[in-house]
């Protein structure tokens, strides 16, 4: 639990003194007034002095006073000594009175939860995407050690509306739900067991080495496609992902216990979130979140400025969760993970960290918009994921508000994450997630299908079906009747009208004809640029680097630059540096070729990336595409012209699409 003596506020100063906290004047509590004077200083003041005006007193009173003044004298030491004693202040309690209660981020839902209650997880930001409810502590479930390979599958129930709103109530403990809570299903597969490996356990990604090892054995495989294929197939192991994507995809959670602390490997770790703000690039906000959720609030605390070591630390001992944003910009092994995977979902790919404390929370519950898979690196977590409580919350297109732990109901689903299990729920799903007292958790969730759904690719194809149709059909364009407003609109809805029924029919046949007119193609290939914006570029291993522009050895050498011209001949064997980095869009000023080589590591940081290609050499980048992953030769290009070629061969290589087979000068 966060230190109420140094999180909330700084209490008993003595002294007073301002400080200087990244840019922000702090100004802390002034001088505690004096003790009270004795009773002897609260006669009536003199007229004429302005003092108190002292009484006779008897022996008794005489000694009573010296009694008192002994006292004073001891209270005034003990305060003395206080003020020489240095305050010790956290950067919480700093921020607090720095900020002031109107810029904290705080969002309260129900009924304020008991003190010392549960903690919850935090959301994924593009990235995605975790979340938290405060219940009473519990111990630890017993099927914190279950079984290695364990999968625990939560179906989907029934749709209910919302519950009616109740005090929480203790959580019942950890262990196995009762028949019937979340119908859970188990099938239990040992990680290493031939099973295993049939339905694509980490045998079938090719033995051990952690998240590392994996990513160099991927990089052995020419096709980028089967790089992905394999790297999903690892993440969901040992399900199989046919089954995945029958039983769980947008449909119903899915836990995999696999009993193997070092599965993830070298993904990442809180060694590199040191190394990330030991590099003084990470910001508060802009990549660093602060958060605290305690007492049915939750509150960022974000300062300005630098996320430096000292003042993120101190943040985190004071009970706050760290939320790392596109961990992809500061970790190149996150950055390799995310961009083979974006090639298999057809779909960004983004993550977000999050290290928390023992015995504290985060964020609120609440459900995402995103397909979130929360892969365990560090400690353990304890999870709760809830059904979505309406139709309307199924597969939502927007992220929603924190809830209350009132408004969820039963979980659908409750376990204890330990390292190396994955937990993946769909959007729409409510969950909380809170740490145990005795473990700190470090776990970072991989999202992806952010607003990528048939009702998206739509809003990009129905008003280029109508423009379409406007231009080429008169029957749109010809005029509604003049008395239409006098018997249609909410007004005559009710009302029993032959005009209605035939204006009713009239717009039914128009849309129905809009589909004639709907440019699918066009509005997938729209749907494919935006998707090419969002990419994180290709990391390329040490063979591609050689074979492409990026390992060209041009250099200045003996005063002046050598090896810089690019002799690309109609024998120079050619080939995509990746299936999905390229794509032909047909747009008003002319043929596009957009690519993501160029792509920044931080999201949308670069605009996007696009060669206008002359129509006579659409062939030639189709048979590229084709070809792959084999290699060809330049002069086999459909291309006009010889000099078209190794033009068209040339441009490519320079931004980085295209490799050679040899490298084409031997350093």
Known sequence: M???????????????????FRGQRCRLPARAPPPPESPARDAPACPHTRRPRRKRRGPAGRVAMAAGGAEDRRRRQQQQQQRRQPVRLSALSVYRRAAGAGRLERRRRGRPLPAGGKWAEARPRRGGPGSGGPEPEAPAPPNAAAPPGRVERAEARPRRGPEPEAPPQQPPPRAAAPP????????????GSPEAKRRGGPGAAGGGGGAAGLLRRLGRLEDSRQRAAELFRWLVAPVAPGEFLARHWE?????VRRGDPGYYAGLFSTADLEAALRGGEVHFGTHLDVTSYAEGVRETHNP??????AVVWDFYQNGCSLRLLSPQAFSRTVWQFLSILQEHFGSMAGANTYLTPPGTQGFAPHYDDIEAFVLQLEGKKHWRVYSPRTDAEVLPQFSSANLAQAELGEPVLETVLEAGDLLY?????????????????LHITVSSYQRNSWGDLLEKLLPAALQMALEEDVEYRQGLPMDYLRYMGVANSDAVDARRTAFMEKVQSLIKKLVDYAPIDAAVDQRAKSFLH?????????????QSVYGFPARWQD???????????????V????????????????????????????????????????PEYTDSIEFLLSSYPNHVRVDTLPCETLEDKISLATLLFEKGILTTKKPLVQV
Not at 2 to 20: D, G, L, M
Not at 534 to 546: I, R
């Open 534 to 546: 969002d990419c994180l570029p290709p990391v390329l291993t040490q063979s591609e680097k050689a």
């Open 425 to 441: 729920f769909p959007r729409g799903f409510i969950h909380q997630g809170d740490c145990l007292p005795d473990a700190h958790s």
């Open 559 to 573: 005063g002046g630059p050598c090896d810089v011209d690019i002799r690309i001949t109609k024998d120079t064997e």
């Open 575 to 614: 080939c995509l540096l990746r299936h999905g980095i390229i794509r032909l869009c047909n747009e008003e000023a002319g043929v596009m070729l957009y690519y993501t080589t160029e792509n920044s590591r931080v999201y949308h940081k670069e605009e996007p990336k696009f060669l206008e290609i002359d």
């Open 2 to 20: 966060i230190k109420r003596e140094t999180c909330r506020f700084v209490r008993h100063h003595q002294h007073a003194f301002k400080t200087s």
């Open 251 to 255: 449909r119903a959670p899915l836990l």
């Open 304 to 309: 300005s400025g630098r996320a430096l070591p």
């Open 180 to 191: 019937g809570r979340g119908e859970r299903e188990r099938a239990e597969a040992p990680a």
